[in-house]
């Protein structure tokens, strides 16, 4: 756990406290109103933080579990646009716009949510340019996820790009079982299929075609790698 300059801070006790979006009104009169329009919500999963086409409330932060931005659209078909992790923050592209959320962020896995109130939120970025600073960093972060995207389906095949986001999830929920690693998907092959950017029944084509090389083993959503080799004297 950081060391904390203000324990009053309400964000002093989260291990993102450092990167954290209102680390820098810490030590000033801000802290008191920062600390009137935050909240924290539990969320089981499957719980819904906010709805496509609803009112932005504020600006969110992960703490823990995991948040599925997704968009819906008018004949019923829906696609997952990205993961939110704890650390990162979402519904702030409708803060700024001051428009409605374009997608629904919805938990996968039990979670919890930091708010800080609209209202509180837009009194302290103006006149904490510091806080703006921050804010403009994680839109750059989306920005620069997007075009990795873009990249990745220009230079890698469907196969590589659902390896490489095997891996990618089996880095934040894999365990290690002897020479394997194993993880349970936080999500479904439909949900897989969005991220790569591949339709939906090409999805077991591509998890054959991973099987028959011997990299991964996949069975529903238990999947299975062979852990990396430790390299010599831990170098």
């Known amino acids: 756990m950081p060391q904390i300059s203000d324990p009053s801070h309400p964000c002093g006790r989260?291990?993102?406290y450092e990167a954290s979006l209102w680390r820098p009104v810490a030590g000033s009169d801000a802290v008191t109103q920062l600390a009137r329009g935050f909240s924290r919500r539990e969320l089981a999963a499957g719980e819904v933080l906010f709805a496509q086409g609803s009112d932005n409330r504020g600006v969110f932060c992960v703490s823990k579990g995991l948040?599925?931005?997704r968009s819906h659209h008018p004949d019923g078909r829906s696609i997952l646009?990205?993961?939110a992790y704890p650390g990162e923050i979402v519904g702030f592209r409708s803060f700024?716009?001051?428009g409605v959320h374009q997608t629904e962020a919805r938990a996968l896995l039990p979670s919890r949510v930091c708010t800080v109130g609209r209202r509180s939120a837009g009194r302290l970025l103006r006149d904490h340019p510091a806080l703006l600073e921050r804010l403009l960093e994680r839109s750059l972060e989306e920005i620069d996820r997007s075009h990795r995207r873009i990249?990745?389906?220009a230079t890698l095949d469907n196969k590589e790009r659902l390896a490489a986001l095997l891996n990618w999830l089996m880095e934040r929920h894999g365990t290690r079982e002897?020479?394997?690693l194993r993880m349970r998907l936080p999500l479904s092959r439909a949900d897989l299929a969005d991220l790569i950017g591949v339709q939906r029944e090409t999805m077991s084509r591509l998890v054959r075609r991973l099987e028959a090389?011997?990299?991964f083993r996949i069975d529903g959503r238990e999947v299975r790698v062979r852990a990396p080799l430790a390299r010599a004297g831990g170098s």
């Open 14 to 16: 989260c291990r993102f």
């Open 67 to 69: 948040i599925a931005l």
């Open 81 to 83: 646009l990205r993961l």
């Open 96 to 98: 700024l716009g001051r």
């Open 151 to 153: 990249i990745a389906a």
């Open 178 to 180: 002897g020479v394997e």
């Open 213 to 215: 090389e011997g990299t």
